[in-house]
């Protein structure tokens, strides 16, 4: 067998490509349906169909083939071939029953009626059910030139009437394999084609992400004869122009914009078991990135791989803060009838494991090929059962994408790992106020008009108008003290369990008298760390006196960012 080239023409070119002196070469226009947009991710992208129109009568002699190479990988058993050139000769392989009719009985011979033949088909009644016809056997396969059309009608050597079959006849269609980038129709029986007739294969599925975003998946084509029909038989392919049968995207399919939520530790168990949200919306970069399973089962069969599937975008979180409970939702999107299944929720995150997928699939509903779509998902993170909640800031992030190759999903579509959206997604937070209090100056002295003392106020103001709404916050406050020499002193509980509201107030040299400092002189600035939000606080520094000795002044303490706190979590430095 030898093999034809292939070709790639200008409009201004129309090459023959083994052609000989006999009338029964059979000439074919090549053209493409269009060039279908696909996802750059895609691996199994179903892309356009290839037809091969004749422009002249003759004979594919048995064991021809055309070949289409696609340029990259594509999925072996997806695709399917339609023809509506004639058999030169064939014979009947199978047959079923359509309707079994009356009247009919074990014996009785059916004769087909219809197409052309030299030889017509007969078959007989094996089983019967009250005269109607439940099963039969070949008798005769015929040889036939136009097949007849399905559901075929009979004739009866008795009294039976109205039995119809639905036949089988070998060489209707060519054979379809595929190994690489490349899909063979090979013809099994002789095929006389017509000029009228056609040939078209439609549903291959190829790997657009090797081939690589912003380009096209281009077929070649080729045709191969025995070596004894080349002259007799040939096959001869005419390609006007590219045959582009898909475009592929030069960015990816979607992107995700998401907020992250935030859990905070010192809210209330009921506030806690509620829960916060993250809207997550996903949004195509091009109309067709959505697809329906209704809509990817049209577009070409899964191959080997099993049935055919929808989109499906994954959400893979990890680090989720233990104790932390995440259900996800499908809450809006922007073309009525865009739903999606939900898989992977709820999920309870413990030490164990703390990661997972969540994954929308678009099993139902329809999407807009022609327009911009939407997705919108909520995420809800609720603490369940307060005893579970870790008390250390944790951090979970989240990666969107089109769901890749894995083994639990053998079937199309499939995409390569691309990330569509990132970022944190869930935080579990101390509920704290930094307060820095820059000269806390405390200089004992027995003549109490050169003592010089620091009074220090702490004011819990998670309390508030209900035209404001904060939620009021419970916390302990606790002193830092740094000396002018670099050195630290130890923590200093000033109180635990400070209300909402409440504000509490110590000097220093009260904290010096209850032993919460060394006694002696003390120059240098003090941290004081809340356990609540929203603290603010007074330095007061005076000497003691009495006028006219007397001096005194007062500085608002600095409200400073805890750098692991995210922005929105803390108040600006000087309230």
């Not at 009568?57 to 048995?62: E, L």
């Not at 997972?356 to 099993?363: Q, W």
Request: glycine share 12%; net charge neutral; with cysteine.
């Amino acid at each position: 067998m030898t093999k034809f080239s292939k070709f790639l023409l200008s409009l201004a070119v129309v090459a023959l490509v083994g052609i000989g002196t006999a009338s029964a070469q059979v000439q074919f226009f090549v053209a493409a349906s269009g060039a279908r947009q696909v996802r750059s991710e895609g691996i199994t992208e179903a892309v356009g169909t290839v037809s091969f129109a004749a422009n002249s009568t003759g004979t594919i002699k048995t064991g021809s083939t055309i070949s289409l190479d696609y340029g990259a990988a594509v999925l072996v058993g997806a695709g399917s071939v339609s023809t509506s050139c004639g058999i030169a000769s064939t014979s009947l392989v199978s047959a079923a029953v359509a309707a079994g009719g009356a009247g009919y009985v074990v014996g009785e011979v059916l004769t087909v009626v219809g197409g052309t033949f030299s030889t017509v088909a007969t078959l007989t009644v094996t089983t019967v059910a009250v005269g109607v016809v439940t099963g039969v056997s070949i008798t005769n396969a015929g040889a036939y030139s136009v097949l007849p059309v399905n559901p075929v009608a009979t004739t009866a050597s008795a009294a039976g009437v109205g039995a119809t079959l639905n036949l089988t006849f070998n060489g209707v269609a060519p054979l379809v394999s595929a190994a690489g980038n490349i899909i063979t129709l090979t013809y099994a029986a002789d095929v006389l084609c017509s000029a009228s007739n056609s040939i078209q294969f439609s549903g291959a599925r190829v790997n657009a992400n090797a081939l690589g975003a912003g380009t096209s998946v281009n077929v070649g084509v080729g045709a191969s004869v025995p070596a004894a029909f080349q002259v007799a038989n040939p096959i001869t392919l005419i390609q006007v122009g590219t045959l582009a049968v898909a475009t592929v995207q030069p960015f990816p399919s979607t992107t995700t914009i998401f907020t992250g939520a935030n859990l905070l530790l010192c809210n209330s168990a009921a506030n806690l078991a509620t829960g916060v949200n993250s809207i997550h919306t996903v949004t195509e970069r091009f109309p067709s990135a959505f697809t329906t399973l209704a809509q990817e089962t049209g577009l070409g069969t899964a191959g080997t791989g099993g049935t055919v599937g929808a989109t499906r975008i994954r959400w893979a979180m990890t680090n989720i803060p233990v104790g932390v409970n995440v259900v996800m939702a499908i809450t809006g999107g922007t073309t009525p009838g865009l739903t999606a299944v939900v898989n992977g929720s709820p999920f309870l995150s413990s030490a164990a494991d703390r990661d997972n997928d969540f994954e929308a699939r678009f099993d139902a509903g329809t999407t807009n090929t022609a327009t911009i779509e939407t997705l919108e998902v909520t995420f809800t993170y609720s603490v369940p059962t307060l005893s579970n909640l870790t008390t250390v800031e944790q951090t979970g992030t989240t990666t969107v994408r089109l769901r890749g190759t894995s083994t639990d999903i053998p079937n199309a579509p499939i995409f390569a790992s691309v990330n569509q959206g990132s970022g944190t997604t869930i935080r579990v937070l101390a509920c704290a106020t930094y307060l820095l209090y820059t000269w806390t100056p405390w200089l004992p002295n027995t003549n109490p008009v050169a003592a010089v003392d620091t009074g220090i106020s702490v004011s819990n103001t998670t309390l508030d108008p209900a035209t404001i709404g904060t939620g009021g916050q419970t916390g302990d406050i606790n002193l830092y003290f740094f000396k002018d020499d670099g050195t630290a002193l130890p923590a200093v509980l000033l109180k635990a369990g400070v209300k909402a509201g409440e504000t509490v107030t110590t000097t220093m040299s009260a904290l010096s008298a209850a032993g919460k400092i060394p006694a002696g002189n003390f120059l240098g600035y003090m941290i004081a760390v809340t356990g609540f939000q929203m603290g603010h606080g007074l330095g007061f520094i005076s000497n003691q006196g009495t006028p006219p000795g007397f001096w005194a002044q007062t500085y608002a303490a600095n409200s400073i960012t805890n750098p692991r706190l995210p922005a929105g979590l803390t108040e600006s430095v000087g309230h």
